[in-house]
């Protein structure tokens, strides 16, 4: 039969037998110093604190692609833009209006913003040597921002200095309309002239036939059309500020028939960190509900509930502000830590307080039994804490730095509530004086054994499972039935990474981005860099041609999915060449080319340098050396890129060959590295944290048979786990790739306390039935109850704004489940399967005399110290 009886003295640690008299006597300072580390850190998560989602968030420094984009950025500017979609009749007098004061409006924003003008890069320099670090950072002129094709923004726009929030916008009001004057060029806006009733026919006819205005910032149908918000570089909290400004700017000039919404990578980028922050608050205070909850339910006095929330809340609170302390900045992967170090943490409260509370209803002092629980929970949850860190530091072999983060700040967390664990906990049990948290006391002179409750049966079944040989051979079946499901599940599985589909459907930006793609051109774009060889510039015939063949080439691109087109819409220097060609030729549409001529592209150059200058710079430097082709295209999940991006670099390779240096960056690109980097990064983290976690369960168990056996219940719950997701169809993506890694450090924990005491009392006893026997009745009750709080801490996720949140706390729940099944059910059966009683060990004789000490009346102070004096004259 089991029950929650007392912990055997085999089990217990000099050590940890020290440190709990040692965190009992300083008390005082103890809870001091813990409260004054938590004002601190606290006022450093509410002050210093960044959430960064960016692309930039997840690109390996001094990459391909980093380099990339910085060329991009000195040379041309900021290339994620505000899209500002405006739903209406858009060839209205009314709506024309109304665009030109919305467009007048989002000009003159003027805030007072702390990073305005600062790139990324200058931030990551400003906080490596905040930390000491070594600076490896990317800027303008840095070594790092040279690629094969150069620096590109020694002259021109990529030598402006930040001032003014918004450097340009882009709309209907102010789109280029090239015109033949007097033998040269006239660029004007195409609104400069105020419509009228009698010529909206006309500029409908010609803004819904030109090819720089349609798709770009107009739709075909005449009911949408856009304006694009280029900023100043600035930080994503700064981002924000401009993203509210520009939203209470909408309000104002909201109408029927003139609907205003916003998206493009900056306001998406502000909604998923705001939905991020929303969530994670209310993530961390439903988790201390349902931690209260759990534990009053389990405890049945404050006293079991206040230290371990005070225990998990500080180490949260300590991990989230040691991350600004350093300036790292928070993302979507370290989102989850403050609600998962709660929840994981809590576990080694439980314990101890599990071992405390059979001590104190046994009638041992308090100081005793806090010094008891603490020596004898001690070293497992040591155990359990090294192995837990470990699997989150196997994130340290990523290459992405926001992977790389979970790993250190959550094993820090991790080690944190050990520390917490282990001196606030017994620090604040000192209190307890009368409190037998929740049990009754055991009778004096009563020789009935405990009464048996639900946990106590569910325990024993599980234990029946793999009893005798039947038993065992059928839970090693379902063992490997569950490895070979977990095989058919992993071929379904699939990467699709979209934080679009993690708003809920009624959030704004995921309604315009949406509508953007479907009736104008799209949110994403492809940014593709030009560099002219040594000798010859950009105006060379054969380059344009090139570069116009390379445009009909992307243009023809279509999702192998759906069959649809998905760059719609190309600006360039082509634009210019073939505008100015055509106005100098009467407006004809035949005319709308690049010049026969080498002599003619120079000459419409020439003139149209002369009249438009800013034009060009957003387009060309001013030596023509290097230009900008961007290609805006619809908006697709990550991975759906990636054909994409294949086929424009064998376009690339095929159109221009040696005619200039051609590379792709921008947004879109750069999306499609972060996926084949974090495909790489999660075979690695995972491949790494089994290799760290099996040589760690070695070591730390001492035993290199059982430190392997202990690996077999600890890969179950993985193999559950994918299965789950392949046959539910739930994609891997970059909120829950790293399940694989945590699940496997949470599955250890359970199973390091129960090997604990399996080999604590094997070693003794040498019988292979009483040791799983005594196993399950001193860490089955505590192992139950903390899965019961991981699962409802984990599930509290399904609360928050976004469906990733919710995929994550759902999947990690599962594997808990999994964890403790395994546990329980298919680690006896492996343990009855390679360990044997060792001769002469005597069941009977030594369970009779267990037997017999748990009867014992347990009326007076001195329990433990009787148990273990017993027991020294039993062995």
Request: net charge negative.
């Amino acid at each position: 039969m089991i029950s929650n009886a007392p912990t055997r003295p085999e089990a217990e640690s000099g050590v940890f037998r020290t440190w709990g008299r040692i965190a009992q006597r300083l008390r005082w300072p103890v809870i001091a110093l813990c409260l004054g580390i938590t004002a601190f850190l606290t006022h450093q998560l509410f002050t210093a604190l960044v959430i960064d989602n960016s692309n930039e968030a997840f690109m390996e420094a001094g990459s391909d692609a980093d380099r990339r984009l910085t060329a991009l950025r000195d040379a041309f500017g900021r290339d994620e833009l505000f899209l500002v979609l405006v739903e209406g009749d858009v060839f209205t007098l009314d709506y024309l209006k109304r665009l030109r004061a919305l467009h007048e409006d989002l000009e003159e924003i003027d805030l007072e913003l702390e990073s305005l003008g600062e790139r990324k890069a200058d931030r990551d320099r400003q906080r490596l040597r905040g930390t000491g670090g070594a600076t490896g950072a990317i800027g303008p002129g840095s070594p790092a921002a040279e690629d094969n094709f150069g620096e590109f923004g020694d002259e021109g726009w990529g030598a402006e200095a930040g001032g003014s929030v918004v450097d340009q916008v882009m709309s209907l009001v102010n789109a280029r309309r090239t015109r033949s004057v007097g033998g040269g060029l006239r660029v004007d806006a195409l609104l400069d002239e105020a419509p009228t009733e009698a010529t909206l026919p006309a500029l409908r006819a010609h803004v819904l036939k030109d090819r720089a205005l349609l798709g770009q910032l107009v739709g075909a149908e005449g009911r949408h059309s856009v304006l694009a918000v280029r900023t100043a570089f600035m930080s994503e909290e700064d981002s924000g500020e401009v993203s509210r400004e520009i939203d209470r700017i909408l309000d104002r000039h909201r109408a029927p028939d003139f609907l205003p919404s916003v998206a493009g990578m900056p306001a998406i980028l502000v909604a998923l960190n705001e939905a991020m922050l929303h969530d994670m608050q209310l993530g961390m205070t439903l988790t201390t509900v349902v931690l209260v909850l759990v534990m009053a339910f389990i405890f049945r006095h404050w006293q079991g509930v206040v230290g371990p929330v005070l225990v998990v809340l500080q180490a949260a609170l300590w991990t989230i502000g040691t991350i600004a302390v350093t300036g790292a900045p928070m993302t979507m992967v370290t989102s989850v830590l403050g609600a998962f170090l709660m929840v994981v943490g809590v576990g080694d409260s439980v314990h101890l307080l599990s071992i405390y509370r059979d001590a104190r209803s046994r009638g041992v002092d308090n100081a005793e039994a806090i010094t008891h629980a603490v020596a004898t929970t001690g070293m497992p949850v040591l155990f359990t804490s090294i192995t837990t860190a470990g699997g989150l530091l196997s994130f340290r072999f990523a290459h992405m730095e926001p992977i790389q983060h979970m790993g250190t700040f959550g094993a820090l967390g991790v080690i944190y509530a050990f520390f917490l664990s282990m001196t606030l906990l017994p620090a604040l049990l000192t209190f307890n004086t009368r409190s037998l948290l929740g049990t009754a006391p055991q009778i004096v002179g009563s020789t009935a054994p405990p009464p048996r409750d639900r946990t106590d049966r569910f325990l024993a079944a599980c234990n029946r499972l793999s009893s005798g040989d039947g038993g065992r051979r059928r839970m090693l079946l379902v063992a490997v039935a569950l490895v070979a499901v977990a095989v058919a599940g992993a071929a379904r599985l699939q990467f699709h990474h979209d934080p679009i589909e993690w708003f809920p459907e009624d959030a704004p930006v995921k309604h315009t981005v949406a509508a953007l793609s479907e009736h104008v051109g799209g949110t994403g774009d492809v940014s593709v860099l030009i560099e002219a060889r040594a000798g010859q510039d950009l105006r060379d015939r054969e380059v344009l041609l090139a570069l116009e063949r390379f445009e009909q080439h992307a243009f023809e691109y279509r999702d192998p999915r759906t069959g649809e087109a998905v760059v719609r819409n190309a600006t360039s220097l082509l634009d210019v060449v073939r505008e100015s060609w055509r106005a100098l030729h009467d407006d004809d549409p035949a005319r709308y080319r690049v010049p026969e001529s080498q002599r003619g592209v120079v000459d419409v150059l020439t003139l149209f340098e002369s009249a438009s200058p800013d034009d060009l710079k957003r387009i060309a430097t001013i030596d023509w050396q290097k230009s900008l082709l961007s290609l805006r295209v619809t908006w697709l999940p990550a991975q759906g890129y990636v054909p994409l991006t294949e086929y424009l670099q064998r376009g690339i390779d095929e159109i221009f060959g040696e005619r200039a240096t051609v590379v792709l960056t921008g947004t879109v690109y750069n999306s499609t590295r972060v996926v084949a980097q974090l495909l790489e990064d999660l075979t690695h983290s995972f491949a790494a944290a089994l290799i760290a976690i099996t040589l760690m369960m070695i070591a730390l168990l001492r035993d290199l048979k059982l430190g392997l056996i202990s690996m077999l219940p600890n890969l179950l719950p993985i193999a559950g786990l994918i299965s789950l997701m392949g046959f539910l169809g739930i994609p891997i993506d970059v909120n829950n790739l790293l399940i694989g890694s945590i699940a496997i450090g949470i599955a250890v924990d359970d199973t390091i306390h129960f090997l604990h005491h399996f080999k604590a009392h094997y070693d003794a006893r040498g019988h292979v039935d009483e040791a799983i026997e005594l196993a399950f009745r001193h860490a089955g009750r505590a192992m139950v109850n903390t899965s019961a709080i991981l699962v409802g801490g984990f599930l509290v996720m399904l609360t928050g704004e976004m469906a990733s949140s919710h995929t994550f706390g759902i999947l990690v729940s599962c594997s808990v489940v999994f964890a403790l099944l395994a546990d329980l059910a298919i680690a006896p059966a492996v343990l009855r399967t390679f360990y044997r009683n060792r001769p002469g060990s005597q069941t009977g004789r030594e369970s009779s005399r267990f037997a017999q000490e748990r009867a014992r009346p347990r009326g007076h102070t001195g329990g433990i110290a009787e148990l273990r004096r017993g027991l020294a004259r039993g062995r």
